[in-house]
């Protein structure tokens, strides 16, 4: 074949692949029982299955995975298959979508009723009507819809005139990495980069904004990388090049090559999977088998598929296309009254924010925001069994619809179980001083809810983790792959001392870039009712007075009740120190102290960008760690609804800044989990996980502790256990 | 009885029991054949016994716990009993010893060799000379003596004419809680405030330093509590009487009373034993039983007694009375060359602070420094088997000394686990965006080494918890008992808006007084070799030239060696952030980065008091997080040598104010682990474990990600467990 025909045959057999992986797409995860029976895909059930005859009876009713007979039992319940197609049926007979140019949606899910009368709902009572809020598009514009199912009315939600666009569908992020190859000018850089198109992926990469250039049309930044020889692609960026893609009209805007002169990084030793490393008998193993069992199966129970009950706790739990796992209506039982108080409304990752600290023209716009540009819950992939979670895992499937409103399954997406670490949940042992003999611990045991989101190259391991205590841990692991920069340079002394390589020389040609990840979270705090006030009690030095005391000095607690959101724009400070206080100023403990949680805030970090920068102005939710505003049911979306391009008009930044009342008013607080990382070798190449997290923690919550009469462990309670093999 | 004869009766039982006790603890926990085979004693041997069975063989080589025929193997193995017994033997030969005054030895531990001896010594090399470092006091006076097994020799060290007295004696705080006693006005005044002396406990309070009346003398403070109803006495405070006690003499020098008006909290609900919560059928069963089960036992052994060995790591363990743990030549295997590399030649807790934020008369002086007065070592108790720690843990005792040089056993002092919370060491998901099938997690299991101080009321879980990836972190747990001050309050509403409780009204009568914990860490850093620089690698925010970027700002990555110490002393900034590398200057990595280890800060607090406080000058090691000084043997403790009543003029801050130089030379990080403790009702009666932790991580130390290789868990690896209670 001639060097042209070649070229066709490979862009036609690219083509072909496409329109095959497009079509999957529009059908994708559709179940099948076949499907569901099959260990391969859904091992969890198989783990069960080997597991019950350890077991009096199954440690959970046997579940139906066959999605398509689910009915909703709890206002928040997610919309249903049965649902979902119903929308499908009563959008499809209005004027907007019946358009020539088509119609995608970009969400489509259940729009929670009002707040009271969920609050109010008991189970037992009637569903409260079942509503969708849709975001779609349809000639060019973007539409919020509510459609009530019951009726079949569709109405308007006003949304305000935001710039911005809504989140990209999975459709768009696949149309537009397909685009750049109907380019000659593409495919022959490709080829003269020493790529062939069959070893070609490439990533869509959201385009931010920055000023006229990202306004009045949906731009995405396609940027290309060699699969050959390893399955992490991402080691091997074709450098510099950059295709700007209209992802309308799916038209290649600009192509801009800056790269040609950067070496293709090699394929060696980047290759993560275990067959590859099993076929080059590279197997490290360092540990014997372990495992968290448990012989009288798990503590908790999921009523109706979706509200988990453990121990002393018990709250709604769902998947979520853009926040990836709801938590709702959390409440804990008081050890004394016995009654279940409300702790949570609602929680989830709101948004967040992944600035690259590269100023060049392939890299100065990578500043993500994943939630709002892709989907925290659309990329959040099935979970492995057994390594993602642990044995004794149990898995919740998230059912989410497709651009053209198809719903389809994504299974195991979310994980829960429970978790020893062999820590201590409190002790006290008496010393020879006293020579009293006392030893008393107990063991500490946590529930666990998980999903992983692979947004691209990067893996976000998010974490609810729930004490006996009333504490809930909200962890974020980071792992999965770096993006990094290829470069000529190979080693250190070949580099200037005023050189900039904005990152770390991770291996030959590899520069692993600088970057920020900021998740903020959005918490619905309800303590013992939904009229809360947030106290900063701050930690202040207090001199004493001459002849006062022999100390020149001791630390006081000043309460300071913040009156409006303003007051609550919190800073951290490690030298100024607070603690965060949610309480209820109308329900005092038995000696009159108010009740409440405070957030503790874990290892963190401040995005230091200038605050004028189009990124930070869209990020401005991380310009403080904690905000608090008062609840308003369309302020959900830290960055805004509408993220994608968005200017930053419609932030929390923004409506915080309003300054409105929040003192024993229903408010919700935002807190910011951040992360600086440079990376470094060990990253490479693929990161170990790193992790954070902070805490809402009961503060005169309960009358005092409240696993105070918990059993320690015995050896005649725990499990008499054999390896596998000796069965 | 007449009330006269009543007291002299309780005076002169109690004076008897007292003698008891004393004569109990000149021959602590003497190891003893019967005892050692006793389940009740020594659980841990029978949990193993138990497991027996379901092994082909037991897990570990069956344990000398018959210590009387111990044997050093390494340099750095302590003293064992046949070593104590020839040190009193050699002492009590010294004219010194003869003083008709007797005389006692307040710490009696190896002298470890010169680090270079140890470092070059290899196993089959003769042991290093065998030495015992001895601090003792005797008429009046402290001294510090090297006393050498071979030879016999006793040779005098050098130490300084500094303020200070050596850690006390368990013997000096028993004897110091009797002596109140023998004052008639103190027993009068205990049955003033209704509390029988039967029922009497009283703590020994270190006094601290605060100007004349603290010098030239040992002093301690006492202070008494009702045992009255519950075990859990110091909820019971006799408030505001304190006696102050010559440790030397035992003679009561003054009774401060100013309490006489306060009550005595009730002792209901205070006692949060298993046995007491059962007898009023309160128990609280939250969990089915769980457990972490490795059906092929544990991945490490520990050879001769000490030398742990890991996964890829090995380090030598040790019990020590004063640090608790010391961790000691931590290498870790390298993936791709196969040999061990040196991370950290010594690891421990070197001091430890906890002023208390009350500076009335009875509080003020509450300025503990748990290490050097106490002995964090001297204060940790037996762990609880399947409570403290898992039940796949192995147990360690620590020998030491009493005062008079007899040697005893604190058993199961120490214990070594793997750990499996269900967390992730790496993954990546492909998601539908490239649409390749890729899904790889590998299992995180850790080790860890816990033990846990109960100095008086508070308890402190220290874990070193190593990571195959090569991170160790170190973590320190906050459970035990508050110290609380008894009011006469037993509401909120009475108290004024001006009053000041110096803390919380946690129950009724019951204030948990406001607190701080500083732990700072001595890291004794090798990386790859003894001659390492500590880089400060700041981030900092760079703006971009008009023109240059669409982007207006970026982080950039500043790195700065220090050349002295005062280069290295910092106080942690959330705003101008830095990572804080170890790194060894003259080794690189293949593309040239120089391997290092960084120290990442958590959840942090800084001691804010007023640097001319007397309790901050003692503990002036709290005024950075971070210091680095060059390798210096004598300096070993934060807050010096002889910190009892010291004046601060031996800490790290006077060391790292002579501003050596550190660059390229054998280096010693310093790390402070700080906690603000505002008390809250959940601590009441016992407080759920707070914790927080550090890390140290490989930066540019491994070519590449350490367990790239491992193999994810299969379900043919995992054990088949039933219910104990079915077999």
């Keep these: 074949m001639e060097p042209r025909n070649l070229l066709r045959f490979l862009f036609l057999s690219f083509s072909l692949a496409l329109v095959l992986i497009l079509t999957w797409f529009q059908l994708p995860d559709q179940p099948n029982k076949a499907d569901l029976l099959d260990c391969n895909d859904n091992s969890q059930l198989c783990i069960f299955k080997n597991r019950f005859h350890l077991l009096k009876k199954p440690p959970f009713p046997t579940r139906r995975r066959q999605h398509e007979l689910d009915t909703p039992h709890h206002p928040l319940d997610p919309l249903t298959i049965q649902e979902l197609n119903t929308v499908r049926t009563i959008l499809s007979s209005q004027a907007l979508f019946k358009s020539s140019s088509g119609y995608a949606l970009h969400s489509l899910v259940l729009q929670e009723p009002e707040k009271r009368l969920v609050v109010n709902w008991k189970k037992g009572d009637p569903l409260l009507p079942r509503k969708a809020s849709v975001i779609a598009r349809a000639n060019g514009i973007s539409h919020v819809l ?128 275990y067959s ?21 199966g798990p503590s908790f129970t999921i009523e109706d598929d979706h509200l988990v009950k453990w121990a002393n706790w018990e709250f709604h739990l769902k998947a979520d296309p853009r926040a990836g796992i709801i938590i709702s209506q959390a409440k804990v039982r008081d050890p004394d009254s016995g009654e279940l108080r409300n702790v949570l409304y609602k929680g989830f990752a709101s948004e967040l924010f992944v600035p690259y600290m590269d100023p060049t023209d392939a890299w100065y716009f990578k500043t993500y925001m994943d939630a709002g540009e892709y989907g925290f819950g659309l990329q959040s992939m099935s979970l492995d069994p057994l390594n ?113 390589l904005y990152g770390t020389l991770l291996s030959e040609n590899v520069i692993g870039v600088i970057h920020d990840h900021y998740i903020t979270f959005h918490l619905d705090m309800d303590i013992d009712g939904s009229n809360n006030s947030f106290v900063n009690v701050n930690i202040k030095k207090q001199q004493t007075a001459p002849g006062e005391s022999p100390r020149r000095s001791y630390l006081k607690a000043v309460r300071n009740v913040a009156k409006t959101e303003k007051d609550a724009q919190v800073k951290l400070k490690l030298y100024d120190p607070s603690e965060f206080h949610v309480i209820n100023p109308s329900k005092k403990t038995r000696v009159g102290n108010p009740v409440g949680y405070k957030v503790v805030p874990g290892g963190t970090a401040a995005s230091l960008l200038d605050l004028e920068d189009p990124p930070q102005k869209r990020g401005a939710f991380t310009n403080n760690q904690i905000w608090v505003t008062p609840y308003n049911r369309s302020e959900q979306w830290a960055g805004g609804l509408f993220v994608y391009q968005s200017k930053g008009e419609d932030t929390l930044a923004v409506w915080s800044n309003r300054d409105r009342p929040i003192e024993n008013k229903d408010i919700v607080l935002w807190y910011t989990l951040g992360f600086h990382h440079i990376p470094c070798q060990e990253d490479f190449p693929i990161m170990p996980t790193v992790t954070s997290s902070f805490d809402l923690k009961p503060v005169n919550f309960f009358e005092s502790n409240p696993i105070l009469r918990i059993p320690p462990n015995f050896e005649s309670d725990l499990p008499v256990c054999k390896p596998a093999a000796s069965v």
């Design 388 to 500: 993602d979670c642990p044995r004794n895992a149990y898995y919740m499937d998230g059912v989410f619809s497709a651009a053209n409103g198809t719903p389809y399954v994504r299974s195991n997406m979310i994980c829960v179980f429970e978790s020893y670490t062999g820590d201590v949940s409190w002790r006290h042992t008496e010393c020879p001083i006293t020579g009293m003999e006392v030893k008393e611990a107990r063991p500490k045991v946590t529930l666990v809810v998980r999903m992983a989101a692979s947004v691209a190259n990067y893996d976000y391991i998010v974490d609810w983790e729930f004490q006996t205590d009333g504490l809930i841990k909200i962890k974020v692991g980071l792992s999965g792959i770096l993006m990094v920069k290829a470069t000529s340079f190979d080693n250190m002394n070949q580099v200037g001392n005023q050189e900039s």
């Design 276 to 296: 590859s490393i099993q076929k080059h008998n590279q197997e490290l193993r360092l540990i014997n088998p372990i495992s968290i069992e448990q012989p009288k």
């Design 146 to 273: 509510t459609v009530d199912l019951a009726n079949h009315q569709v109405t308007v939600q006003e949304t305000g005139s935001f710039s911005g666009y809504p989140i990209m569908t999975l459709e768009d992020m696949i149309t537009a990495t397909g685009a750049p190859l109907a380019d000659a000018d593409f495919n022959s850089t490709i080829l003269q980069r020493g790529v062939d198109l069959t070893d070609l992926a490439c990533l869509p990469i959201s385009s931010g904004w920055y000023g006229k250039s990202e306004e009045n049309r949906r731009l995405i930044k396609v940027q290309c990388y060699s699969t050959k020889g390893t399955a992490n692609f991402y080691m091997r960026p074709i450098e510099g090049l950059t295709v700007l893609v209209d992802l309308d009209t799916k038209e290649v805007v600009e192509i801009s090559d800056k790269g040609s002169n950067i070496p293709l990084p090699k394929a060696a030793n980047t290759d993560y999977r």
